[in-house]
């Protein structure tokens, strides 16, 4: 996964609050390999509704509250990716579909969301935390931990491997201390 | 200095923090299903194996079909075979469908004794946090962190804010730990407890039995928490001995147990109290699980609403075929569902039998026990009799019409009094109507054809 700092883009806006992972990708396709691609499940019966309407190109979602709650498919997030979406801009998020977000190099922006449009190009600044459009800036929330990810576009394996020795040393002394918590054989 | 048991948890695990605050946990038990596909896949592009394949473990119950004698189709029976094949291949220990064992990851851990108290339990799934209700730290994950942990036994994570949920008093007969979880729910929202530990609290907690601990603890994540907690007790103690996967030691165990609690004068970021007696049997509306009603209770009228709100109940409205400012109870239904991660367990089938026992169900419905060792208890005890006698459906276990990944479906417009924990719009399929409640309360709904307040129908049958 490749890091990024800055996305310029056209946002498409979803009214609803609470719109969640089953809305994002129903379940039904969910046995779909990656590889085939996720983007035509994209908010798959909304958009067949009507309810939501997002055009081929859009970038940036501005979404309701606690966007992504509910079930940690990380298909919800692939379906955003893979239909080309860097950036969700919502008052809140579902905390698993945060942190797979973060794993997926999609930015999920904490902040009010009532003085953005549709109209015009929006800005997203990773580093400054901020979210420019035409003569309009604000900034967002986001944890240190997803931003430096992010950024650099971390792959945590590859990190944690590098503490192998810290964590072999951790499993013996632990196993140890809590010699229970081994399960039994069988 | 004072902790919370949720710091002492983590305290436990905690391998390493890094300078921006995440720390490195270990895991003590990682649960797999068929939806860890990608994880597996992930693993194998990049060439690594399991770490710790004894510590981690295959379910087959999403896809599972709940009619075995019917072959399932291609794809269901594609993601069966392939989590059979990464487990066979991986060496982990897997609780299949042949498996006199299988049932719901959520239901399975703690009935064969592999969740237990102060352990880390990770998996794929959001309603992890039903496990919880052991004293262990136990939360769901996406497929990129599934893929860690397979190759790490090792997570990130950030650090938590902590909330405390206290419910004193007595629970009115009837009323249980659905009702509890789906009352806050609708108190605080659906994000009320969003980047919070959620630690259950108080006299009405403690006098739940396990299998209600599970039910509330697994609806923790409805309400937007990670994880439920509560605290270990006698009653834990009590279900874990004599498990097949209990410590060979449980003194040690026990021992070591004793010290899993929030310490008297341990301060949580957030604290919240409900007074048992004042909960009512809760019915959920609309598309949210914090769309929740008690029974007795008006559907919203948009008209009524601040003007933020208004076209949210509009729109959960529309979709629910239901009309504004009318009374919740006496909605018509046109079927039920009994199983589910959350309310799947004997103690649930019995709370329903109660009810049905002698009287016939209006609607057609299914009941899916949430493990097998469960179905054969049920048996045992004359359950499936009951169900089979009102007219409902016995069928094996699964995750079944809870998320309808093995073709159990609710048809479209058709309205389900279920047992389950999303009433999100098409979660049962698609254009499906949910109605969240307990076993009881759906119980109810089917001898009556319509949403009813149980109480009515207790007389002269005592309390499950």
């Given at each position: 996964?490749?890091?990024?700092?800055?996305h310029?883009?056209?946002?498409?806006?979803?009214?609803?609050?609470?719109?969640?992972?089953?809305?994002?990708?129903?379940?039904r396709?969910?046995s779909?390999?990656?590889?085939?691609?996720?983007?035509?499940?994209?908010?798959?019966?909304?958009?067949?509704?009507?309810?939501?309407?997002?055009d081929?190109?859009?970038?940036?979602?501005i979404?309701?509250?606690?966007?992504?709650?509910?079930?940690?498919?990380e298909?919800?997030?692939?379906?955003?990716?893979?239909?080309?979406?860097?950036?969700?801009?919502?008052?809140?998020f579902?905390?698993?579909?945060?942190a797979?977000?973060?794993?997926?190099?999609?930015?999920?922006?904490?902040?009010?969301?009532?003085?953005?449009?549709?109209?015009?190009?929006?800005?997203?600044d990773?580093?400054?935390?901020?979210?420019?459009?035409?003569?309009?800036?604000?900034?967002?929330?986001?944890?240190?931990?997803?931003?430096?990810?992010?950024i650099?576009?971390?792959?945590?394996?590859d990190?944690?491997?590098?503490?192998?020795g810290?964590?072999?040393?951790?499993?013996?002394?632990?196993?140890?201390?809590?010699?229970?918590?081994?399960?039994?054989?069988? | 200095?004072?902790?919370t048991?949720?710091?002492?948890?983590?305290?436990?695990?905690?391998?390493?923090?890094?300078?921006?605050?995440?720390?490195?946990?270990?895991?003590?038990?990682?649960?797999?299903?068929?939806?860890?596909?990608?994880?597996?896949?992930?693993?194998?592009?990049?060439?690594?194996?399991?770490?710790?394949?004894?510590?981690?473990?295959?379910?087959?119950?999403h896809?599972?079909?709940?009619?075995r004698?019917?072959?399932?189709?291609?794809?269901?029976?594609r993601?069966?075979?392939?989590?059979?094949?990464n487990?066979?291949?991986?060496?982990?220990?897997?609780f299949?469908?042949?498996?006199?064992?299988?049932?719901?990851?959520?239901?399975?851990?703690?009935?064969?004794?592999?969740?237990?108290?102060?352990l880390?339990?990770?998996?794929?799934?959001?309603?992890?946090?039903?496990?919880?209700?052991?004293?262990?730290?136990?939360?769901?994950?996406?497929?990129?962190?599934?893929a860690h942990v397979?190759?790490?036994?090792?997570?990130?994570?950030?650090?938590?804010?902590?909330?405390?949920?206290?419910?004193?008093?007595?629970?009115?007969?009837?009323?249980?730990?659905?009702?509890?979880?789906?009352?806050?729910?609708?108190?605080?929202?659906?994000?009320?407890?969003?980047?919070?530990v959620?630690?259950?609290?108080?006299?009405?907690?403690?006098?739940?039995?396990?299998?209600?601990?599970?039910?509330?603890?697994?609806?923790?994540?409805?309400?937007?928490?990670?994880?439920?907690?509560?605290?270990?007790?006698?009653?834990?103690?009590?279900?874990?001995?004599?498990?097949?996967?209990?410590?060979?030691?449980?003194d040690?165990?026990?021992?070591?147990?004793?010290?899993?609690?929030?310490?008297?004068?341990a301060?949580?970021?957030?604290?919240?109290?409900?007074d048992?007696?004042?909960i009512?049997?809760?019915?959920?509306?609309?598309?949210?699980?914090?769309?929740?009603?008690?029974i007795?209770?008006?559907?919203?009228?948009?008209?009524?609403?601040?003007?933020?709100?208004?076209?949210?109940?509009?729109?959960?409205?529309?979709y629910?075929?239901?009309?504004?400012?009318?009374?919740?109870?006496?909605?018509?239904?046109?079927?039920v569902?009994?199983?589910?991660c959350?309310?799947g367990?004997?103690?649930?089938?019995?709370a329903?039998?109660?009810?049905?026992?002698?009287?016939?169900?209006?609607?057609?419905?299914?009941?899916?026990?949430g493990?097998?060792p469960?179905?054969?208890q049920?048996e045992?005890?004359g359950?499936?009799?009951?169900?089979?006698?009102?007219?409902?459906?016995?069928?094996?276990?699964?995750?079944?019409?809870?998320?309808g990944?093995?073709?159990?479906?609710?048809a479209?417009?058709?309205r389900?009094?279920?047992?389950?924990?999303?009433?999100?719009?098409?979660?049962?399929g698609?254009?499906?109507?949910?109605?969240?409640?307990?076993?009881?309360?759906?119980?109810?709904?089917?001898?009556?054809?319509?949403?009813?307040?149980?109480?009515?129908?207790?007389?002269?049958?005592?309390?499950?």
């Amino acid at each position: 996964m490749s890091g990024w700092q800055t996305h310029n883009g056209r946002a498409a806006r979803l009214m609803l609050d609470n719109v969640d992972t089953d809305q994002l990708i129903p379940a039904r396709f969910m046995s779909t390999p990656r590889s085939a691609g996720y983007g035509d499940f994209l908010l798959h019966d909304l958009r067949a509704s009507g309810t939501a309407v997002i055009d081929p190109g859009v970038s940036v979602l501005i979404a309701g509250r606690n966007f992504g709650c509910g079930s940690s498919r990380e298909a919800a997030v692939y379906a955003l990716v893979d239909f080309g979406i860097r950036a969700v801009l919502a008052p809140g998020f579902g905390d698993i579909f945060a942190a797979n977000a973060a794993n997926n190099g999609l930015l999920c922006a904490v902040t009010d969301t009532a003085a953005l449009t549709t109209d015009t190009t929006i800005h997203i600044d990773l580093a400054a935390l901020t979210i420019r459009q035409g003569a309009h800036t604000s900034g967002f929330d986001l944890d240190p931990v997803w931003q430096r990810k992010l950024i650099n576009g971390w792959d945590d394996i590859d990190l944690t491997t590098r503490a192998a020795g810290t964590i072999s040393d951790f499993s013996a002394a632990y196993a140890v201390r809590h010699p229970w918590t081994v399960p039994r054989q069988g | 200095m004072s902790r919370t048991l949720f710091a002492k948890l983590w305290d436990r695990h905690a391998i390493t923090t890094r300078e921006d605050g995440a720390s490195l946990l270990w895991i003590d038990r990682h649960f797999v299903h068929e939806g860890s596909h990608h994880a597996f896949a992930r693993l194998d592009q990049r060439g690594l194996p399991v770490a710790r394949p004894d510590l981690t473990f295959g379910v087959t119950d999403h896809y599972a079909p709940t009619r075995r004698d019917r072959t399932p189709d291609a794809d269901i029976a594609r993601m069966m075979r392939t989590l059979d094949e990464n487990c066979a291949r991986q060496g982990i220990r897997h609780f299949g469908l042949a498996d006199p064992r299988q049932g719901i990851v959520h239901v399975i851990g703690p009935e064969q004794g592999l969740t237990l108290p102060g352990l880390t339990i990770v998996c794929g799934d959001s309603h992890t946090s039903t496990h919880g209700a052991f004293g262990a730290l136990a939360f769901g994950i996406g497929a990129t962190e599934v893929a860690h942990v397979l190759a790490t036994q090792t997570i990130w994570q950030k650090p938590a804010r902590t909330m405390r949920i206290t419910v004193d008093g007595t629970l009115a007969p009837g009323v249980g730990a659905k009702d509890i979880a789906l009352a806050w729910i609708g108190r605080l929202g659906a994000e009320g407890a969003r980047g919070h530990v959620i630690e259950y609290a108080g006299s009405a907690i403690s006098g739940l039995s396990m299998e209600g601990r599970l039910t509330l603890c697994n609806m923790s994540i409805e309400g937007g928490a990670r994880c439920g907690l509560i605290a270990p007790d006698a009653i834990t103690r009590a279900y874990v001995a004599g498990r097949p996967q209990a410590p060979a030691d449980m003194d040690a165990a026990e021992a070591d147990w004793s010290t899993l609690f929030s310490d008297p004068d341990a301060v949580f970021d957030r604290e919240v109290a409900l007074d048992a007696a004042r909960i009512a049997p809760v019915v959920t509306w609309g598309t949210s699980p914090e769309h929740a009603l008690p029974i007795t209770g008006t559907l919203p009228d948009p008209a009524r609403a601040a003007p933020d709100e208004a076209g949210q109940i509009a729109d959960a409205l529309a979709y629910m075929g239901l009309s504004a400012g009318r009374p919740i109870a006496g909605t018509p239904i046109d079927q039920v569902f009994i199983g589910s991660c959350t309310n799947g367990r004997i103690e649930d089938l019995r709370a329903a039998a109660q009810v049905l026992r002698g009287r016939r169900a209006r609607v057609p419905g299914m009941v899916s026990p949430g493990s097998a060792p469960i179905k054969a208890q049920a048996e045992r005890e004359g359950l499936d009799r009951v169900f089979a006698e009102a007219g409902l459906e016995w069928v094996a276990s699964g995750c079944s019409m809870c998320v309808g990944m093995n073709g159990d479906l609710v048809a479209a417009g058709k309205r389900c009094a279920s047992t389950t924990n999303r009433n999100f719009k098409g979660r049962q399929g698609p254009g499906a109507r949910t109605h969240l409640m307990s076993p009881a309360m759906v119980a109810a709904a089917a001898v009556t054809g319509e949403l009813t307040d149980l109480r009515g129908l207790l007389a002269g049958r005592g309390t499950a």
